[in-house]
């Protein structure tokens, strides 16, 4: 009854505590009431019952989630009298309780107060094994886990303080920490595996956030460590490899969490009851013992170079013996330790391919590999499957140390692994993971005698793969198509309809109706596939487009995209017979869905439909003015400003489309389409829409030239909300979006309508004042309490220093980019001339002592010009602008050359106002000074 009463005091603080919280119910409770109810609540933590004491403990931290510190200063402090209280048990267990439940709302105001005098009462927990149990210590643990973590996060900006209040403390902190860990593991006790787990938590926050103090206890903690770590591998081992029982599983704390072992250890073993779990562990992003196997791997390599990499192959050879030497004494988990060596050296092939490319070990990695392959891959079917899936995928991933006649015949060992009647086995993930990449490599001729095997053996795995095998199978099939070549056009006809079965299947699922959409381009992209594929599928797909309110979830958007994937590159007359079926729905969609994804979708399909017409585009149908005109109506409801905006996002690329290949028709209706965009801006709620709307007005800048004055003086007369006019509005937002514009394309389109914009001397240019620079407190970076009282202010600038400051940024980001190209090719030359010795690659492994500012890095990643980054439209519309063949570099030197030499004293006067970064960028490219 008391612990259900405790229970109902908890549901009575949450509804009736606060009166602006949102579960608030009337009435309020007065404030007599609250203090009588705090103070019986602290009397009643160090009750004998335990879940009482947790009840409590529960209602005390609802109601600290209102009142502490300021309504219920005495919190604290009996928290801690009941700590030092060391004749009741119970009430250091409750103290301890409320205490964690806390810690989630403690802040950086908070802790620097509390970590002073609640500190050493922990210690003395933790530091009691004869007074206090391990549930007792671990929760002190995880309260002081909780605070060092918050003074971590202040060390940036105080880290004089932090390191003052740390350095007393770290050794007695450091010798508990050794103490707990430096006895062997107790594969019987979940309380001892707990006390280690927050053992650990604690010695991860010191080691990452105060390593220069840590350096000096390493001494203390790290045998112990270790210790820890070989005794915990021998319980991980018997129970998790070799399959021992937990009798464990199902028992929990105080706190609900898992005291299992298999939680301890942080590994899901299910592969032999569910072969799909090999490759959804494989993939997994979530923690396990491998994944953080394959971490520590990593990071040897990285801290110690070629050293590591030597010793960490000189355990593989070892474990390999050893491995040996279990088959040869007839142990049936012999593979085991086979299947780990080949995983540990994929998560490093990397390192391994660059330091075997550079010769810099004295170890054939090609021919120990080809032993461990050539040895697994003969062993039956049915034998060992992990062990012949992990060969497998390592053959992916050393490809490039294998000879061609070698990787023939993996090749064909793949496909007979996939063509068994095992149903998915871990060999057949592991055989598509070797086929996506070998396949690629593969000789056309060899792949003629066993194309319709392997698409036979695909397309049936395709039919049993589960959500998680299914990607894989995908992307081998798209693989194999590619490599087929003039061959996939005699398998077309089988293979097209089971993958569009997929893709209906799953057309709700983005990841796996992408993969399907890609094997079908591939498909299309086949000689001799293109015609006979979309003969195959335009009856569905104009049936489905013509009737969208009748179509399952997902249909409508999908078959959009898979009508984009036909237009993109198709010839002419393909293009008339998509453009004759579907033109007309799509159109509709866009004008009437409500559905946002349908009509991104709608969208890019539409720019698709222009991209493949270009001007033809207007004859295909019997009226060019109706059809004219339906490319018009499609781009106002894009531009409505009540329309959502994720409804607009991928506006950008259809109006651009629009200007590029109907630029006469555009130019009439130029201040129609800049009063729409003000309009959409000042609606628009996603930053990455205001900033495409950026490009189309630069790209309208550049279809005024050479009359660009002609376009300010249109933004002039047009109004806007809260600013004189378009002008003030337009460029305002432009001034501040311009960092923020991504692409190489877009950059390019913005920056020079820039100069443009500038070039015209306009006289109301220097009439606007714009964002300039933020200005900085002086105080470092701010903390969340800080935030708060501090919001960020900036200077103001005029609109032509703004301009010039943009097009000085612009040249350090393409001089870093020139910077780094030649130093990559310094460093090509100097591998060329005769490998790399120790020294050379444990610098390029180590991480610089001087990083890059995350501006720098945004503006390098920005100026690439790499089409990898862009998608498909954005590709189309480089391809189809001719101003994307403009050189940037010239383009702005030019400019500042003739700014320099004919209006000296503007120049002077914009130069005068940059920082000393900008003006030395300039220089440099002037030649100045």
């Known amino acids: 009854m008391t612990h259900l009463a405790a229970v109902l005091v908890k549901q009575y603080i949450k509804q009736h505590w606060q009166e602006d919280d949102e579960s608030f119910v009337h009435p309020v409770v007065s404030s007599g009431e609250k203090e009588s109810i705090r103070e019986l609540l602290l009397f009643s933590l160090d009750d004998h019952h335990g879940k009482l004491r947790t009840a409590v403990a529960m209602a005390v931290a609802s109601i600290a989630h209102y009142d502490w510190p300021e309504d219920w200063p005495d919190l604290i402090p009996h928290l801690l009298r009941l700590l030092s209280d060391q004749s009741t048990i119970s009430g250091v267990g409750g103290a301890l309780r409320a205490l964690a439940l806390l810690s989630d709302d403690l802040d950086d105001s908070m802790v620097p107060k509390l970590a002073p005098v609640l500190f050493p009462h922990l210690l003395k927990i933790v530091s009691s094994p004869n007074l206090y149990g391990k549930p007792q210590r671990s929760k002190a643990l995880s309260i002081f886990h909780s605070c060092i973590s918050i003074l971590a996060s202040m ?184 299947e780990a060596l080949i995983l540990s050296l994929c998560t490093i092939s990397d390192q391994l391919l660059e330091a075997q490319d550079s010769r810099s070990i004295d170890f054939s990695l090609a021919d120990f590999l080809h032993n461990i392959f050539i040895e697994g891959i003969g062993t039956e079917v049915h034998q060992f499957p992990f062990l012949r899936g992990r060969i497998f995928s390592a053959i992916a991933k050393f490809s490039s140390l294998i000879n061609q006649d070698i990787r023939q015949q993996f090749l064909l060992s793949a496909i007979q692994a996939i063509s068994t009647d095992v149903s998915c086995s871990p060999t057949k993930v592991g055989a598509c993971q070797a086929l996506s990449q070998l396949l690629t490599e593969c000789n056309p001729c060899f792949l003629q005698t066993q194309i319709f095997s392997l698409f036979s053996s695909l397309t049936d795995l395709l039919n049993k793969a589960s959500e998680e095998t299914l990607h894989l199978v995908l992307e081998t099939l798209k693989a194999a198509v590619k490599a087929g070549g003039e061959h996939s056009a005699s398998i077309e006809a089988i293979i097209s309809p089971i993958i569009l079965n997929t893709w209906l299947q799953h057309v709700s699922d983005p990841f796996i109706s992408i993969d399907a959409l890609e094997v079908l381009e591939e498909i299309k992209n086949a000689p001799g596939c293109m015609e006979p594929l979309v003969s195959r599928i335009l009856p569905s797909i104009k049936s489905i487009l013509e009737n969208p309110q009748i179509q399952s979830s997902g249909l409508v958007g999908g078959t959009l995209d898979l009508l984009t994937m036909l237009l993109k590159d198709s010839p002419p007359y393909l ?273 610089s002592g001087s990083r890059p500012s995350v501006e720098q890095l945004s503006a390098m990643a920005r100026v690439l010009d790499d089409d990898d980054d862009d998608d498909d439209f954005e590709d189309l519309i480089k391809r189809a602008d001719p101003l994307n063949q403009i050189d940037l570099s010239g383009y702005l030197k030019e400019f500042l050359l003739n700014l320099s030499n004919q209006e000296g004293s503007l120049f002077e006067s914009l130069y005068r106002d940059l920082a000393e970064g900008q003006k030395e960028a300039i220089n440099r490219i002037l030649r100045r000074f």
């Not at 202010?793 to 220093?801: E, G, H, K, N, Q």
């Not at 120790?838 to 610098?843: H, I, T």
């Open 155 to 338: 060390s940036g900006v105080f880290w004089t303080e932090t390191r003052a209040f740390m350095m007393p403390i770290l050794k007695s902190w450091m010798e508990q920490f050794a103490i707990v860990l430096q006895t062997p593991v107790d594969a019987k006790d979940p309380d001892d595996w707990s006390i280690r787990m927050e053992v650990l938590k604690c010695l991860t926050q010191f080691v990452q956030n105060f390593p220069d103090l840590m350096e000096k206890e390493f001494s203390v903690f790290y045998y112990p460590l270790w210790g820890t770590f070989i005794s915990c591998f021998k319980v991980y081992e018997s129970s998790l490899i070799e399959g021992a029982e937990d009798p464990y599983v199902g028992l929990y704390d105080s706190d609900g969490k898992e005291k299992s072992l298999e939680s301890f250890v942080i590994q899901v073993q299910s592969w032999s009851a569910d072969p799909n779990h090999y490759l959804a562990d494989e993939s997994d992003v979530s923690y396990s013992c491998r994944t953080s196997g394959s971490l520590l791997l990593e990071e040897v390599i990285n801290s110690f170079g070629l050293d590591g990499i030597n010793s960490i192959l000189e355990a593989v050879h070892k474990h390999y013996d050893d491995s040996i030497r279990s088959k040869n004494a007839g142990l049936s988990n012999w593979w085991r330790m086979r």
């Open 575 to 847: 293009a008339k017979a998509l453009f004759d079926s579907c033109f007309n729905s799509v159109v509709n969609i866009l004008l009437l869905s409500d559905d946002y994804g349908e009509m991104q979708n709608a969208t890019q399909c539409l720019a698709g439909f222009v991209s493949a017409g270009k001007q033809e585009l207007l004859a295909w149908s019997s009226d060019p003015a109706i059809t004219m005109k339906s490319l018009f109506a499609a781009a106002s409801r894009l531009l409505d400003p009540d329309l959502e905006s994720s409804g607009s996002l991928f506006i950008s690329s259809y109006v651009l489309q629009l200007i590029v290949h109907f630029p006469s028709e555009m130019a009439v209706h130029i201040r129609d389409l800049m009063v729409a965009i003000v309009h959409r801006m000042e609606s628009c709620e996603i930053a990455g829409l205001r900033s495409s709307l950026i490009v189309i007005v630069a790209r309208l800048v550049h279809l005024c030239t050479p009359h660009v004055e002609q376009f300010i003086n249109l933004l002039l007369t047009i109004p806007a909300k809260g600013h004189e006019n378009s002008l003030v509005y337009i460029m305002s937002e432009w001034a501040k979006q311009q960092p923020e514009i991504q692409g190489s394309y877009q950059i390019k389109i913005t920056t020079t309508a820039l100069v443009l914009l500038l070039s015209t001397r306009h006289p109301e240019l220097a009439k606007v004042y714009v964002q300039g620079n933020i200005i900085k407190s002086g105080e470092g970076i701010v903390t969340r309490s800080r935030g708060k009282k501090a919001p960020e202010r900036w200077t103001i600038v005029s609109l032509p220093s703004k301009i010039f400051s943009h097009l000085a940024d612009s040249l350090i980001e393409i001089q870093e980019q020139e910077l780094e190209k030649e130093e990559d090719s310094e460093w090509e030359e100097d591998e060329g001339e005769g490998g790399l010795d120790q020294d050379v690659l444990l610098s390029s492994m180590e991480q």
